[in-house]
Nanobody, 121 residues
Framework: QVQLVESGGGLVQAGGSLRLSCAAS???????LGWFRQAPGKERERVAS????????????EDSVKGRFTISRDNAKNTVTVYLQMNTLKPEDTAVYYC???????????WGQGTQVTVSS
């Protein structure tokens, strides 16, 4: 079992920044952690993900966020906190953002509750 708790969403003007946090606990060794988002009327899409092992981190970014968003992690004894630093936000980034844990890098077997990000123009 994996538990995911997100925080950090909100309202920001275009060009601004937000940082999302996801506190993950449970048996995480086989899972990649990532962020997905879903805008009204659109399908949920993977924004960024990170998988770590002994030789380093492997990250993924969706094309529209490359150079603006950064995913990172902080491993503690029993939890991992995954961050999504979002810079130069655009109105099209407006969505509910979900933290996810997946056995596949592009999948999600566990979901967080979601946090709203709204970017005003």
């Amino acid at each position: 079992q994996v538990q995911l708790v997100e925080s950090g969403g909100g309202l920001v003007q275009a060009g601004g920044s937000l940082r999302l946090s996801c506190a993950a606990s449970g048996r995480l060794s086989s899972y990649a952690l990532g962020w997905f988002r879903q805008a009204p009327g659109k399908e949920r899409e993977r924004v960024a993900s990170i998988r770590w092992n002994w030789y380093g981190d492997r990250t993924y970014y969706e094309d529209s966020v490359k150079g603006r968003f950064t995913i990172s992690r902080d491993n503690a004894k029993n939890t991992v906190t995954v961050y999504l630093q979002m810079n130069t936000l655009k109105p099209e980034d407006t969505a509910v953002y979900y933290c996810a844990a997946g056995l596949r890098d592009d999948g999600a077997d566990y979901w967080g509750q979601g946090t709203q990000v709204t970017v005003s123009s």
